[in-house]
């Protein structure tokens, strides 16, 4: 399986924060969820990706090509949705769109007014006017109407209410129907990602913490609810976020098989997305 | 691609546009009531630079209220240079509509004078260099900050305004006169690309570094 | 065929879904020639990842259960019917150790197991 994005050795430094050294890759055909809290560094690296900033070092390839010499090409084959307010509000949608499709050479009229259409958006309403799920789409009508293989998105489902969220993943998984496309996209709202990712990739303070599939950590960390009486300093350790109250505790280990060697009176499951972020930061709680 | 960018800047200043070219259209003729000796001489070359800049005032006023919609169209295919480019472009179309618009006064208004290849050029020539200047430094220093800088410029031009008129008293003009009027109208024009073409290389140079 | 994943066992994602898909080969419930769901489409319903679904097809096909072909999809085969039938009456063999475990558990003697054997075999 081919790598739809590679990243390798991304540096990037601002006077307080600095992209260390991050590399990751997106396997073709999976949804890959990029994940990490605020500030951790996830608008820089898309930023970067997508040719915004200058990085200090590092290489980007798209489609197994160095993007520094083929920024253009590449860049007719990406989709890019960046959260809402990514429009010159004062014009209609018909406008806006006249504004983007020249740029690209495979941009398709005809697509275009379908996802208009199923969407459920009229070209020439002003953007001002519309609701954010509805700019949602719209950016979403626009990233899929040139025949897009890569859709690069930046924190899309921030503040959208459960229906729109749900319609949205819904319109992802349609879109990854045909093979050889994939989806980056970049959230803190961990829940949508439990239900639509392949492939996590962690960020925290401007490093990768893990890339991994996301049913093999999901498998790897098992959430644990015992008597708290039984744990100890040498238990505590398993565990890489523990919350403690006067019925018991909760808490999260990567080590099932040594805690169930120690405590064998315990419920166990598999956790969220949000328990394994946690447990992965610091300041998530021990 | 650089014509849909320029597109973009007018249909972002749509109400300004038609704003400006009602002053163009009435500007030669407040001049022709007030001061008809020189309406002729200063009208085109009033109305070109006002256009320009606030038009282009707007334009940076409107990027700088949706910083992300200028990000979107840079993760675009559209290259950094047809951006720049493109603002270089705008200016130019002002221009072209400004001496379209006096051209047509002229033939109004017989009091104003022939419409010039000499005139058009002299204007195209301050424009030219004017753009050259503000461009690059605006590309560099951000709209901002740019502005700040220009008010800067405004209150010291009266002064430097004088030291001009000074250098033009005392400036030989025997040389000048002698070169045939159609040659010297050639030389500004060209020295008016040649100042453009530096200034777009400039420009391009600092804005594909610039970090967005 | 149904799927159900449980959250509260430790065994992984994938071996679960693949004892199932085995489990409904080998009771029938899916036969030769039977397509099993797209990649993507079954991980959308499972909400699992692609990469899983492709692991287990994988490792299916790796031990006989299902043939991939490559733009048509995945289809059970009974390319190894001496296994399945082997895997069958393991399946058999395993209920009957429990059955007797179970049994010794509450003190049921060998005879009474054979007379409840004999009247629930006749009420079939």
Redesign the interface.
């Given at each position: 399986m081919d790598n739809i994005l590679e990243v390798s050795g991304l540096n990037k430094s601002y006077r307080d924060f600095s992209l260390k050294n991050v590399t990751f890759s997106l396997?073709e055909?999976?949804i890959t969820g990029f994940i990490g809290v605020n500030g951790a560094g996830k608008t820089t690296t898309l930023?970067s990706v997508?040719?915004?900033?200058?990085k200090d070092s590092g290489r980007i390839k798209l489609f197994g090509i160095d993007m520094e010499r083929h920024?253009?090409?590449l860049?007719?084959r990406?989709g890019?949705v960046?959260?809402d307010?990514?429009?010159?509000?004062?014009?209609t949608m018909a406008?806006m769109k006249?504004?983007?499709a020249?740029?690209?050479?495979e941009w398709s009229e005809r697509n275009y007014r379908n996802n208009m259409s199923r969407f459920s958006l009229n070209p020439r309403q002003k953007i001002n006017t519309l609701s954010k799920g509805m700019r949602i789409k719209f950016a979403l009508a626009l990233a899929l109407s040139h025949k897009a293989e890569l859709l690069i998105m930046d924190e899309p489902t921030g503040g959208l209410d459960p229906l729109i969220r749900s319609q949205f993943l819904a319109i992802l998984?349609d879109y990854?129907?045909e093979g050889g496309r994939g989806v980056f996209f970049s959230t803190h709202i961990t829940s949508d990602l439990?239900?639509?990712?392949?492939?996590l990739i962690m960020i925290d303070r401007g490093k990768i913490v893990f890339q991994e599939?996301?049913?093999?950590l999901?498998?790897s960390y098992?959430k644990v609810k015992g008597d708290a009486k039984a744990l100890n300093g040498d238990i505590r350790g398993f565990f890489s976020n523990i919350e403690v109250t006067g019925l018991g505790f909760t808490g999260i280990t990567n080590q099932?098989s040594k805690v169930r060697k120690c405590m064998p009176d315990i419920?166990?499951?598999?956790p969220t997305i949000e328990d394994i972020m946690l447990g992965n930061i610091e300041g998530g709680g021990k | 691609m650089v014509f849909h960018l320029i597109k973009k800047d007018f249909m972002l200043v749509k109400k300004y546009v038609l704003f400006m070219m009602a002053f163009a259209i009435l500007l030669p003729v407040f001049f022709l009531r007030i001061i008809p000796e020189f309406a002729g001489s200063i009208s085109l070359l009033i109305s070109g630079i006002y256009a320009v800049f606030m038009l282009l005032q707007q334009v940076s006023l409107k990027e700088t209220k949706y910083p992300k919609a200028l990000a979107l169209l840079c993760a675009t295919p559209y290259p950094r240079n047809a951006l720049v480019q493109s603002k270089y472009g705008f200016c130019i179309f002002i221009y072209a509509m400004c001496c379209a618009i006096y051209w047509i006064e002229t033939l109004a208004f017989p009091a104003l004078g022939n419409f010039t290849l000499r005139m058009a050029v002299a204007v195209f020539f301050v424009i030219s260099v004017f753009m050259g200047i503000y461009l690059p430094v605006q590309f560099k220093l951000g709209f901002e900050k740019t502005k700040f800088l220009l008010s800067f410029v405004i209150i010291a031009s009266p002064f430097l305004f004088s030291e001009l008129l000074k250098l033009y008293g005392s400036l030989d003009f025997y040389a000048i006169n002698a070169i045939p009027p159609a040659i010297l109208c050639g030389m500004i024009a060209l020295l008016s690309l040649a100042v453009l073409i530096v200034s777009v290389s400039i420009s391009e140079k600092i804005y594909s570094r610039a970090d967005l | 065929m149904k799927i159900i994943i449980s959250n509260t066992t430790d065994s992984p994602l994938y071996q679960q879904i693949e004892d199932q898909i085995k489990d409904a080969i080998l009771k029938g419930d899916l036969v030769e020639g039977d397509p099993l769901p797209s990649i993507r489409g079954f991980a959308n319903d499972l909400k699992v990842s692609v990469l899983t679904i492709r692991r287990v097809y994988e490792e299916l096909e790796q031990e006989g259960f299902v043939t991939s072909q490559v733009g048509i999809g995945t289809f059970v085969s009974a390319s190894n019917i001496d296994l399945l039938r082997d895997s069958k009456r393991r399946i058999v063999e395993q209920k009957m150790q429990d059955m007797i475990q179970t049994a010794k558990s509450l003190n049921i003697s060998k005879e009474e197991l054979n007379a409840m054997m004999d009247i629930l075999y006749e009420e079939d």
């Open positions: 396997p055909g999976c930023r997508l040719g915004l900033t200058n920024e253009c090409e860049k007719n990406v890019v960046l959260d307010g990514c429009f010159y509000d004062e014009l406008e006249d504004i983007i020249p740029a690209y050479t998984a990854m129907n439990d239900k639509i990712a392949d492939v599939d996301k049913d093999t999901l498998d098992r099932m419920v166990a499951e598999r | - | -």
